[in-house]
Nanobody
Framework: QVQLVESGGGLVQAGGSLRLTCAAS????????MGWFRQAPGKEREFVAA????????YDADSVKGRFTISRDNAKNTVYLQMNSLRPEATAVYYC?????????????????WGKGTLVTVSS
């Protein structure tokens, strides 16, 4: 199986920036699409962004377009989420995910593998 470990979460003031990192280990020989999800307190999990393996095509939720950027380094089995102009409503546990089909993450909010999450708190 594939293990995913997120890092980079923490406390940041509104308008600030933060970069999340997800490191993959285990069976990483497959070409998985990677993505980020988040779950705010008392709310359902939502899709944030995803990126393909082959051509590095990206897909962003409307709520974060222009402010969040997903990227990956296939050689290092690592995916990043650069978050700029953070708002208090971005406060949530952010989860890294991997799936063979990016459409599963975008349309179904599902994935084959999940990290344990990292907490991002944006103060007002």
């Amino acid at each position: 199986q594939v293990q995913l470990v997120e890092s980079g979460g923490g406390l940041v003031q509104a308008g600030g920036s933060l970069r999340l990192t997800c490191a993959a280990s285990g069976r990483t020989d497959s070409t998985y699409a990677m993505g980020w999800f988040r779950q705010a307190p008392g709310k359902e999990r939502e899709f944030v962004a995803a990126i393909t393996w082959s051509d590095l095509s990206t897909y962003d939720a409307d709520s974060v377009k222009g402010r969040f950027t997903i990227s990956r380094d296939n050689a290092k089995n690592t995916v990043y989420l650069q978050m700029n102009s953070l708002r208090p409503e971005a406060t949530a546990v952010y989860y890294c995910a991997a799936d063979r089909a990016i459409t599963t993450m975008i349309r179904r909010y599902g994935a084959d593998y999940w990290g344990k999450g990292t907490l991002v708190t944006v103060s007002s």
